[in-house]
């Protein structure tokens, strides 16, 4: 029997077992970082940026910028974006990381957060996989065999705020699939909502999820184009696509209502903001030469039996293993269907037709440009701010989960026909079994494992700040934009939950941020090589910390040497000073400050 997620939300056994069962388990899987003061699923790199994010997010609010968080656009002046222009922001993930932080630190956020996504999967895959007809048993195990894939463990220390959740992503499938058994308006509707929901969840999930959905009805309406009224499906496309067109502009005011109200009225070019928009080379560093790292197995066995060299890539972003039991079952049971019941392995292979092709549509987005099948140039071509192509292999995997549950469902009809009880009993254990060695394949944790985590630097120096009067902190040494990364101010813009002073150093990329480029680059040699002048320019334009690390030891002479700044703490790393010569800047903001001092 079917029934949609409020049928399955009504349901006694579901708030009594399932879902207890399923929120303990999410505080169990995460309860090494959720219980500690000394441990975090980040401590570097995006994921310590995103905690920082949290902690400026909260800044932000507190300092009256509400409107900020259901804007589609943010901007932190204090942390490290004076010059910046305002960015791209998803309204969901600001409301949710606020409400979460307004109750803890901003570590501990970041670890609640990733266990809320981690149970949000469970849910909606459990309700997914209940939808497609499967016990409750083996739905359980399968929800947890998809939620505990590598991407959820490798997202946890960077980019966990859209790729490393998939409950939305699963919730389109899930629409998808409820809109061709309920061909109405009300259906494609629901689907157009979820469709845009993803979309402001993650941008990448949102756009391969649109592409997936069409793949999936192309195929679908050409099978069943005899049983659909044409009419009454395009007009329902037609009503769906206008609420999805509408809720767009509702969500994106600045990225998409804004130009297209100036390309029709004011006459402008009416460009969609290109923030991350990326050149051709930057499509074909995330695609894969074969297809082998894609079913690279967990299991020692398949592992030492296969070439692991074969299997293996170093691509950082290769997140979306799927392992190799699935495609082994899936042929498998396809072969016995085929050899046990002719008609029943037509009915299925109709069934799984839809599934098959979204999943490998989705396959062909991650091959190199240099395989003939390859659609990454469709990417490059009308969307090309989404770089990754690898990132399309999320709904491959959610399509092969899908598969191998249709077909758990039809080999048991095969067999269980005229079993008796013992029989039943035994084949449902090999059922389980099977199951559990899917998760073993997807999963580098085992079930009852909780997920790592990685200790946090102590801060006391940046903490004696905290105490002290407002003023703007200089961090030494000064990156450039033009020849460090981003990522390199992420340790400074996560320091600020410890100090809570707005910093002068700058994270301005982006193709919206090039005016101050060159200067920014002149000041970050002129400080990193601090003499006694540039020190007192920067005193003179209104610095009133300067945070130095040991290792830039002619900077630290400088300071030392001055007798308008005072050492105020250290550590083994870094040394913290405060300016003791009274400035007329006093109160300036750090805009203010970068125009003054890069004049």
Known sequence: MHFNFLDLMKRRSFFLIVFPFLCLFSVFKYSKVLFSHDLVLANSGDGLGTIAGIYALQDLVSNGGWSYLF??????????????????????WKIVSYSV??????????????????????????????????????????CISFASMDN???????????????????????????????????????????????????????????????????????ANYKKIQLLNLLKSLILAALVFSVTMLVLYPNILAKPIINFLFI????????????????????????IFPIFESNIVFFDKLLNRDVFHTDIWEMSYRLGIVIPMLVLVFLYTIFVKDFSLFLQTVRKLCPWFFASLLMFLFTLSPESPF??????????????????????????????????????????SKDQSYKGKTLFSSMIVLIVLLVHNDVARFDIFRRFSGLELDK????????????????????????????????????????HNKPIANQIYYGSNNTIYRDRLDILSKEINNLSIEVLESLIDNGISYIAVSQKNTDAMEVLLASEKVKLLSKDDFVLIFKVEYPHIFDGINVTEFLHRIMK
């Not at 998939?166 to 469709?195: C, E, G, M, Q, R």
């Not at 004696?464 to 390199?488: D, R």
């Open 101 to 142: 932080g307004s109750f803890f630190t901003a570590e501990t956020t970041y670890d609640v957060i990733a266990m809320l996504g981690f149970l949000c999967t469970l849910l909606v895959g459990y309700g997914l996989f209940r939808y497609i007809g499967l016990n409750k048993f083996i739905a359980l195990l399968l």
């Open 374 to 415: 390859s659609l990454v140039f469709v990417t490059y071509e009308i969307a090309p701010m989404f770089r990754v192509g690898l990132r399309s292999l999320l709904y491959f995997n959610i399509g092969m989960f899908i598969i191998l549950a249709i077909l758990l469902l039809e080999i048991t009809k095969l067999f």
């Open 71 to 92: 804007s589609d656009m943010i901007l932190y002046q204090n942390n490290g974006q004076a010059l910046s222009n305002p960015g791209p922001s998803s309204q969901f």
């Open 459 to 498: 801060k006391e120096a940046y903490a004696s700040l905290a105490t002290e009067p407002n003023g703007i902190l200089l961090e030494i040494p000064f990156y450039s934009p033009i020849t460090a990364p981003p990522e390199s101010n992420y340790a400074y813009l996560a320091n600020r939950i410890y």
């Open 152 to 222: 959820t463990i490798i997202r946890a220390q960077a980019h966990l705020f859209g790729l490393g959740v998939s409950f939305a992503p699963l919730l389109v499938v899930w629409s998808t699939l409820y809109a061709i058994k309920n061909l109405h308006t009300k259906s494609f509707i629901w689907l157009s909502l979820a469709h845009a929901f993803n979309i402001n969840v993650n941008e990448y999930y949102g756009y391969f999820g649109i592409i997936f959905t069409i793949g999936f009805f192309v195929v679908f309406i050409l």
């Open 267 to 290: 006459k402008s070019d009416g460009q969609i903001l290109n923030t991350h928009v990326h050149d051709w080379n930057s499509f074909t560093i995330y695609t894969l030469n074969t």
